[in-house]
């Protein structure tokens, strides 16, 4: 406990021991060492008496002495650290040399920890000395250890690697949340939010304004993308960016060539919506790579393949979208919409990119704008015609029934191309937000056969999931329930647990207004087999409870006949 006060040529308790032991006259000997070895005043030992009467041991005495000097000792070294005297890292340095024998002293470790969180260069014997011992290194401030990281990436993986796992984990989670709901989605919290997150500040702190720490975390993060395709280490890759930049770190921010962009993207991603102005600044960003700095590109598409930023620029794409066909103008004479779409290429080619370190913008498929965006705004013109038909005078309807296959070009570049994909599978989420169970009911089979299974995707199912509630009445019908779960969700759900999973947490939401037939069929099909993982089971169990539950429960109130409208002064009254 008191190993290092020989080396500084002060007395122990070895010593203390060794004058006993030696001694004829004990009670001086202990008088003498005390006078050695205290407080060094000399008005102090007149005084001392004093506190013998009160009953104060002279070890309570001492110890508040010790702590009061500590205390002031540490407001010392941070003054002196945060001075602007030239010599102030040497006065710590000399400190250092003499407090550090001590540093194994439990009363002593906070000055010498102290000492060396102010010192932005410690000594590297001394930095060795606390990474070679488990208990220091434990104890030691993060701006200690940052000089430790920055030559043991090794080291720095392992404190990395376990916040990395827990940032998958909850986005993870989050994707399965129990919630269900459009208006709280994944996508609900704002960039600002996210950035609040305990795995970003942590990373953030660790980094500090150390640029070869960040540098390390972007190629852990690149490295795990690259092994494990999991999209969410591109989220984490903007948000650690973002974080640093709202701690106004230019040390970092000033170095890290995708900071612009993302910061621009950041703001769209927080409006949900890539706007004129923006959509420019970013194809300025683009447009100016420079020769020979290609590379960056691979940062760029992997922030670019953040699910956050995909979502905003599909979301823009189906605004602009809209809007051209209000004006009757072809999505090829819009710049805008080409940008849109070169940006979601880029994204979406991220993984290619970086595992070829071909640094090249993916060539777009011009027939994505030919073929498949007219493909997919004629089944916006059906059904637009098949609304408008339908309010017609029965005597100008034509016998025009509502069409329930889709154009060959739709369905193929749902299948064989990345970017159709991902815009079709934002259609026909638009589509049941809009709670248009006749265009549902003709897309959603063509969702069995998409672009690397992407319809199967946690994110859309997710997202669909939800959705669908807002369809809720819908699943009275057997039709209805036959194209939802027969015709797309049951196709897939043996082979990919994750579908078994997002169906489960759609029925324990909607299972009170799914067809009791079907109901009864479908926990029938959905029932887990042994090798299910726990999620599955506990999300079955937890149905099957809810059902027996409402066996026994009495039917609701509003089954029963009223004779009240329902109409208040609050309720519009519609045509």
């Given at each position: ?403 329930t296959t889709l154009p060959d070009a739709f369905n193929r570049y749902l299948q064989e191309n990345r970017v159709a994909c991902e815009m079709g599978l934002y259609y026909v989420l638009h589509i049941a937000k809009l709670r248009n169970k006749n265009a549902l009911q003709r897309l959603l089979p063509a969702l069995v056969e998409t672009y690397n299974d992407m319809a ?6 997710h997202l669909l999931t939800g959705h669908l509630t807002l369809l809720s009445d819908e699943f009275g019908s057997e039709e209805f329930c036959s194209v939802v779960f027969d015709g797309f969700l049951l196709t897939s759900f043996s082979s990919k647990e994750n579908v078994h999973r997002h169906t489960l947490r759609m029925l324990l939401h909607l299972h009170h207004k799914v067809l009791p037939s079907c109901m009864e069929t479908l926990m029938k099909t959905l029932e887990p087999p042994k090798q299910s993982s726990e999620p599955v089971k506990e999300l079955f169990t937890q149905l099957t409870e809810k059902l027996e539950a409402q066996k ?24």
């Amino acid at each position: 406990m008191f190993a290092g006060l020989p080396e500084l040529g002060i007395s122990n308790g070895e010593d203390l021991k060794e004058t006993l032991t030696n001694c004829t006259e004990p009670l001086k000997a202990i008088d003498q060492f005390q006078m050695e070895n205290g407080i060094l005043l000399p008005t102090l030992q007149s005084a001392l008496p004093f506190l013998d009467l009160h009953g104060t041991p002279r070890l309570e005495f001492h110890q508040s002495v010790f702590d009061e000097l500590r205390e002031k000792l540490m407001e010392r070294v941070a003054i002196i650290a945060e001075g602007k005297e030239e010599d102030r890292y040497r006065k710590l340095e000399e400190l250092l040399e003499k407090s550090f024998p001590l540093v194994k002293m439990p009363s002593i470790q906070p000055v010498v920890m102290q000492v060396l969180k102010h010192l932005p260069k410690v000594p590297e014997k001394k930095l060795k000395m606390v990474m070679a011992d488990k208990e220091l290194y434990k104890v030691c401030a993060v701006e200690v250890k940052r000089q430790i990281w920055q030559d043991n990436q090794a080291l720095f993986g392992d404190e990395v690697s376990p916040l990395l796992k827990q940032y998958i984990v909850e986005k993870e989670a989050a994707l399965f949340s129990s919630d269900l709901s459009i208006l709280h989605n994944f996508f609900s919290p704002s960039p600002k939010t996210r950035r609040q997150g305990e795995v970003v500040l942590k990373l953030t702190q660790m980094i500090g304004k150390n640029v070869k720490l960040y540098d390390m975390v972007l190629q852990f993060l690149r490295t795990l993308f690259l092994r494990t395709r999991n999209v969410h280490y591109c989220t984490l890759r903007a948000e650690l960016l973002m974080s640093l930049h709202d701690l106004d770190i230019s040390e970092i921010c000033s170095v890290d060539p995708c900071h612009k962009f993302t910061w621009c993207l950041d703001a769209c991603i927080r409006e949900k919506f890539v706007d004129g102005k923006r959509a420019r600044e970013l194809q300025g960003f683009l447009d100016g790579v420079k020769k020979g700095q290609e590379q960056v590109l691979g940062d760029l598409s992997m922030i670019l393949c953040d699910p956050f930023a995909c979502n905003t620029l599909v979301l823009s794409i189906m605004r602009n979208l809209q809007e051209l066909l209000s004006q009757d103008a072809l999505p090829r004479d819009s710049p805008d919409l080409m940008l849109l779409l070169r940006m979601l290429s880029l994204g979406q080619g991220a993984w290619d990119m970086i595992d070829s370190q071909v640094f090249k913008e993916p060539r777009m498929d011009l027939e994505v704008v030919t073929r498949f965006l007219p493909a997919m705004m004629s089944v916006v013109v059906d059904d637009h015609t098949f609304t408008v038909e339908q309010k017609l005078p029965s005597e100008e309807k034509s016998s025009l029934s509502y069409p329930t296959t889709l154009p060959d070009a739709f369905n193929r570049y749902l299948q064989e191309n990345r970017v159709a994909c991902e815009m079709g599978l934002y259609y026909v989420l638009h589509i049941a937000k809009l709670r248009n169970k006749n265009a549902l009911q003709r897309l959603l089979p063509a969702l069995v056969e998409t672009y690397n299974d992407m319809a199967f995707g946690d994110i859309f199912l997710h997202l669909l999931t939800g959705h669908l509630t807002l369809l809720s009445d819908e699943f009275g019908s057997e039709e209805f329930c036959s194209v939802v779960f027969d015709g797309f969700l049951l196709t897939s759900f043996s082979s990919k647990e994750n579908v078994h999973r997002h169906t489960l947490r759609m029925l324990l939401h909607l299972h009170h207004k799914v067809l009791p037939s079907c109901m009864e069929t479908l926990m029938k099909t959905l029932e887990p087999p042994k090798q299910s993982s726990e999620p599955v089971k506990e999300l079955f169990t937890q149905l099957t409870e809810k059902l027996e539950a409402q066996k026994k429960s009495p039917p609701p109130l509003e089954e029963t006949p009223s004779l009240d409208l329902g109409l208040t002064a609050e309720t519009p009254i519609s045509d």
